[in-house]
């Protein structure tokens, strides 16, 4: 799979394809956001993830017309950042880490 422009990460089932990740805070969130949808396959299936979220993004890209806000309306995503971001806020801090 190429991944298309402006795009960092993918993951499909237990595969994650990451291209870089920009944060230099010492942390890794984009895998950290893509590890979650390794769970969501994981508990979904691979059909009814990709059902899912095909289907919720074709759904906001015809309500905002916007790919930008599409793809970040799709439940999957937001919850793969609400996770992410439980999970880093939970980690003790890293020496040098000066990020909120």
Known sequence: PVL?????GMTLGRLILVLRDDDRSGR?????HELVHVEQYAELGTARFLRRYVGEYFVNLWRLRNHRQAYE?????AEARAAAARWWSELPAVAG????
């Open 73 to 77: 309306a799709i439940s999957l995503e």
């Open 28 to 32: 890794r969130t984009l895998l950290a």
């Open 97 to 100: 880490d000066n990020s909120p």
């Open 4 to 8: 298309s422009p402006g795009m960092h």
